[in-house]
């Protein structure tokens, strides 16, 4: 029985989570927990927001050390809205992806943080960016990231449809989240979803209750 | 590194690191493995059969440690035969998980091998016990070994009772197919055991013949 690197090793209070983005036919959803803890012992949050927006059609999730991820945050949200002054448009989701690398790569000894960044953008789309905790950047139609996302890799793996319907792709990030707060215990509370597309942005929060139940539930 | 510490695959332990499955259904249990046997990063045997048989129509799937794993199936293999002369029958599949826990429980800070034993017997007809760490519990499905992290979701998503037997074949595919894909120390072919009244199957399913999904 091997030990599993969890966010348990973060130091401070770690977003312990699960955060997820995906791709449908033109959109995006991203969500995640709401679920902050001290080391695995104590729920310090039970309504923490962890989908941030950093401009008006892109969203990003933060796992990892929550102080490291609020410190990233706010200085990439400085920088985009800088660069989408600077070049009198709105930033492409890769531009914020890149600015969030940007820091993450430099700063790799110091920091512990990764971020999932989602949204809409002119030039291509639907797009959903994943930085990693070395300061790596992928794109994929869908990830997930987290504590909570070891559990559901298979779900989504299985049920994952390229050019979904926006309700049946957030039929599956309720699912998928519901099932990986079922199984992790640092990942519970309300689920935070938030649906990008070229109109706008609609923000869904589902209660713990209401969540989908499984078999065994 | 300077000096010649020979190939690291001779001083890591073999861990049969593994994705086991094993499921109920209204007439008997299926059972399911990967077959892959790995020492630290090398796979030293792609192509193990980890479902083990306890007896006639009782199995078990190993994981973790592949010595202990497969010494205490041996062990209760032995153990079962002299209880069924003793009784007279064929031993109830409870007795079988029952001689397994009580090695785990035993020896437990020496031993690390979780066994999920499945079988059918006349009194209760299918059943599935988890043995981890010592403890012994039935449940309708077990999943098992280092795959089954990444397939909980899955598992817990797409399980309905009452299946038949082919969708429960199915699932078990699905399954190891799906964990197979995400962890590193389960890969190869898979292995299936399904057990009913009347007959005890074995099958392999090649890697090119497993389900594939939406990225592959």
């Given at each position: 029985?091997?030990?599993?690197?969890?966010?348990?090793?973060?130091?401070?209070?770690?977003?312990?989570?699960?955060?997820?983005?995906?791709?449908?036919?033109?959109?995006?959803?991203?969500?995640?927990?709401?679920?902050?803890?001290?080391?695995?012992?104590?729920?310090?949050?039970?309504?923490?927001?962890?989908?941030?927006?950093?401009?008006?059609?892109?969203?990003?999730?933060?796992?990892?050390?929550?102080?490291?991820?609020?410190?990233?945050?706010?200085t990439a949200k400085f920088h985009l809205s800088f660069h989408s002054v600077q070049m009198e448009t709105p930033p492409l989701v890769i531009s914020a992806a890149s600015v969030l690398k940007e820091l993450c790569y430099k700063n790799k000894d110091e920091l512990q943080a990764g971020f999932i960044t989602a949204g809409w953008d002119r030039k291509k789309g639907p797009q959903v960016y994943v930085v990693s905790l070395g300061g790596m950047l992928i794109s994929q139609p869908v990830t997930i990231g987290g504590?909570?996302?070891?559990?559901?890799?298979?779900?989504?793996?299985?049920?994952?449809?390229?050019?979904?319907?926006?309700?049946?792709?957030?039929?599956?990030?309720?699912?998928?989240?519901?099932?990986?707060?079922?199984?992790?215990?640092?990942?519970?509370?309300?689920?935070?979803?938030?649906?990008?597309?070229?109109?706008?942005?609609?923000?869904?929060?589902?209660?713990?209750?209401?969540?989908?139940?499984?078999?065994?539930? | 590194?300077?000096?010649?510490?020979?190939?690291?695959?001779?001083?890591?332990?073999?861990?049969?690191?593994?994705?086991?499955?094993?499921?109920?259904?209204?007439?008997?249990?299926?059972?399911?493995?990967?077959?892959?046997?790995?020492?630290?990063?090398?796979?030293?045997?792609?192509?193990?059969?980890?479902?083990?048989?306890?007896?006639?129509?009782?199995?078990?799937?190993?994981?973790?440690?592949?010595?202990?794993?497969?010494?205490?199936?041996?062990?209760?293999?032995?153990?079962?035969?002299?209880?069924?002369?003793?009784?007279?029958?064929?031993?109830?599949?409870?007795?079988?998980?029952?001689?397994?826990?009580?090695?785990?429980?035993?020896?437990?800070?020496?031993?690390?091998?979780?066994?999920?034993?499945?079988?059918?017997?006349?009194?209760?007809?299918?059943?599935?016990?988890?043995?981890?760490?010592?403890?012994?519990?039935?449940?309708?499905?077990?999943?098992?070994?280092?795959?089954?992290?990444?397939?909980?979701?899955?598992?817990?998503?797409?399980?309905?009772?009452?299946?038949?037997?082919?969708?429960?074949?199915?699932?078990?595919?699905?399954?190891?197919?799906?964990?197979?894909?995400?962890?590193?120390?389960?890969?190869?072919?898979?292995?299936?055991?399904?057990?009913?009244?009347?007959?005890?199957?074995?099958?392999?399913?090649?890697?090119?013949?497993?389900?594939?999904?939406?990225?592959?």
């Amino acid at each position: 029985m091997e030990k599993r690197c969890t966010d348990s090793q973060v130091k401070g209070v770690s977003t312990g989570t699960t955060i997820l983005a995906a791709t449908f036919d033109g959109g995006v959803v991203i969500g995640s927990d709401s679920r902050a803890s001290i080391g695995g012992e104590y729920v310090s949050s039970k309504t923490i927001n962890k989908v941030i927006q950093v401009h008006d059609r892109i969203f990003c999730c933060m796992a990892g050390s929550l102080a490291d991820a609020q410190a990233v945050i706010k200085t990439a949200k400085f920088h985009l809205s800088f660069h989408s002054v600077q070049m009198e448009t709105p930033p492409l989701v890769i531009s914020a992806a890149s600015v969030l690398k940007e820091l993450c790569y430099k700063n790799k000894d110091e920091l512990q943080a990764g971020f999932i960044t989602a949204g809409w953008d002119r030039k291509k789309g639907p797009q959903v960016y994943v930085v990693s905790l070395g300061g790596m950047l992928i794109s994929q139609p869908v990830t997930i990231g987290g504590s909570g996302s070891t559990y559901i890799y298979g779900y989504v793996d299985a049920k994952y449809k390229p050019n979904m319907s926006r309700e049946e792709c957030l039929q599956f990030a309720n699912n998928a989240l519901a099932l990986a707060m079922g199984r992790d215990n640092v990942s519970g509370g309300v689920a935070h979803l938030v649906v990008i597309t070229e109109t706008g942005v609609e923000h869904v929060v589902v209660p713990g209750d209401k969540l989908p139940k499984f078999h065994d539930e | 590194m300077l000096e010649e510490t020979g190939p690291e695959w001779l001083s890591e332990e073999v861990k049969t690191g593994t994705t086991i499955i094993a499921i109920e259904y209204n007439g008997g249990v299926v059972l399911g493995s990967d077959s892959r046997v790995s020492a630290g990063a090398s796979v030293v045997n792609r192509v193990m059969n980890k479902l083990s048989p306890l007896h006639d129509k009782i199995y078990c799937a190993l994981s973790g440690s592949a010595a202990d794993a497969q010494t205490i199936a041996e062990m209760v293999n032995y153990h079962l035969d002299v209880h069924s002369i003793e009784i007279g029958e064929d031993p109830q599949v409870r007795s079988a998980a029952t001689l397994v826990r009580n090695i785990s429980y035993k020896y437990k800070e020496e031993l690390s091998a979780h066994l999920i034993v499945a079988g059918w017997d006349r009194r209760n007809k299918g059943q599935v016990f988890a043995t981890l760490n010592g403890l012994l519990t039935r449940q309708p499905f077990a999943v098992g070994g280092s795959g089954s992290s990444y397939v909980y979701g899955f598992v817990d998503a797409e399980y309905r009772k009452g299946m038949s037997k082919e969708e429960c074949q199915q699932f078990v595919v699905s399954t190891l197919s799906l964990a197979m894909n995400r962890d590193g120390s389960s890969g190869g072919v898979a292995y299936l055991v399904t057990i009913d009244e009347h007959s005890t199957e074995e099958k392999v399913i090649l890697g090119n013949d497993l389900p594939t999904f939406f990225d592959q």
